[in-house]
């Protein structure tokens, strides 16, 4: 099971001391992140994709691109692609650039629709049509990545394609996988289950009972389209935590962080919020104990990522909260695995075993694994 961390990337004044990080300041410190996260053990780094004040990550392939560079073996993804805004050639084109330069087993992205409002427009958009704009251009995205020759194309909200052919090419004629993350939308676990893809739930502002019912449709829908068991679904978690060795000392840390986090904070209170959403403060062991309690509401997954970089927290006290997780990260690993039925996957689909499902495909042979 894949275990990592995803960035939102805020610019947020420290309640505690009154400083506030450059943005310079705040995107290097992003780097030093995903680096100890590599050192830590580690599978994964995420950053999100934003283009309003307080978040910095307005460019994710070139964030991930120098961090691919620093770092060895950490998969590199982002916790949101704007499918809606972005244009599907460029998409297309970056995450392959970003394939090629990395490594065949280093690169996924997940797509979503964003919920600034102002976004939109900015980009010569309506947030009324984010459910038409992610169906349509996820549906060119797919085109530009698969087919063999020139694409034509003619759609709803952008100029028509004639003969395009984006470059370069998937590596090995396989794009990197692709996540769907959603938190309220059934149409986007729809897509992501007819094409095969994995599908995220951010997990950190409602009760699991909100989630519950959108991974249920996508594992339905998933094993209805031939892709496989509904248990056998490539599903993937958020997650959030603050921890120190003594629970009570997390709780006073952190309350001060949370109450201005821009996610979630000046809402209900950090009680409410920790007993409503799997949000855990506390020490070490509550934090597995209740990040084990996600497997009976969700089933087996093969992704869970903590947000930990948040709400003003110093670069200091992040890399601490990592040097906690890589210290519980093999309790975690064994439990899941321990539990995990034979037939489930452990992990999302890696690229060898896509390029051979996609050799089986074009060779004629039946039951070739899904996820191609």
Do not use: C
Request: glycine share 8%; net charge negative.
């Amino acid at each position: 099971m894949q275990f990592g961390i995803f960035t939102v990337g805020d610019v947020t004044t420290d309640p505690t001391t009154g400083a506030t990080p450059s943005e310079h300041e705040r995107i290097r410190a992003m780097v030093r992140i995903a680096e100890h996260a590599e050192a830590i053990g580690l599978d994964v780094f995420a950053t999100g994709e934003h283009h309003n004040p307080p978040f910095v990550p307005s460019s994710p392939t070139t964030l991930l691109g120098y961090v691919a560079a620093r770092t060895e073996r950490l998969v590199l993804s982002t916790s949101t692609t704007l499918i809606t805004t972005n244009d599907p050639v460029k998409i297309a084109e970056d995450f392959a650039m970003l394939q090629h330069l990395a490594g065949p087993e280093r690169v996924d992205l997940m797509l979503g629709r964003g919920n600034t409002p102002p976004v939109y427009p900015w980009f010569g958009h309506r947030i009324q049509d984010s459910v038409a704009l992610t169906v349509e251009n996820y549906q060119l995205l797919r085109r530009l990545w698969d087919s063999e020759g020139p694409v034509d194309w003619e759609g709803r909200f952008r100029t028509p394609l004639h003969g395009f052919v984006s470059t370069p090419r998937p590596l090995d004629g396989v794009a990197p996988f692709v996540w769907h993350g959603s938190i309220r939308t059934p149409e986007v676990a729809e897509i992501a289950a007819y094409f095969g893809d994995g599908f995220f739930a951010n997990n950190i502002f409602w009760p699991p009972e909100h989630y519950t019912r959108l991974i249920g449709l996508y594992r339905q829908r998933f094993e209805h389209y031939g892709h496989g068991p509904a248990a056998a679904a490539t599903v993937g978690l958020g997650g959030q935590f603050f921890m120190r060795r003594n629970s009570q000392d997390a709780w006073d840390e952190f309350r001060p962080y949370f109450d201005v986090a821009p996610v979630y904070g000046h809402g209900p209170s950090m009680e409410d919020f920790t007993e409503r959403t799997p949000l855990t403060v506390g020490s070490p062991q509550q934090v597995v104990d209740r990040t084990l309690t996600f497997r009976g509401h969700f089933g087996d997954y093969q992704r869970q990522l903590f947000l930990v970089d948040h709400a003003g927290l110093p670069l200091k006290t992040v890399l601490e909260q990592l040097d906690l997780l890589g210290e519980i990260l093999p309790t975690l690993r064994a439990e899941f695995e321990a539990l995990r039925p034979h037939g489930v996957p452990s992990d999302p689909p890696t690229h060898a075993e896509r390029v051979a499902a996609r050799a089986a495909a074009e060779a004629g042979v039946e039951d070739a694994p899904a996820g191609v």
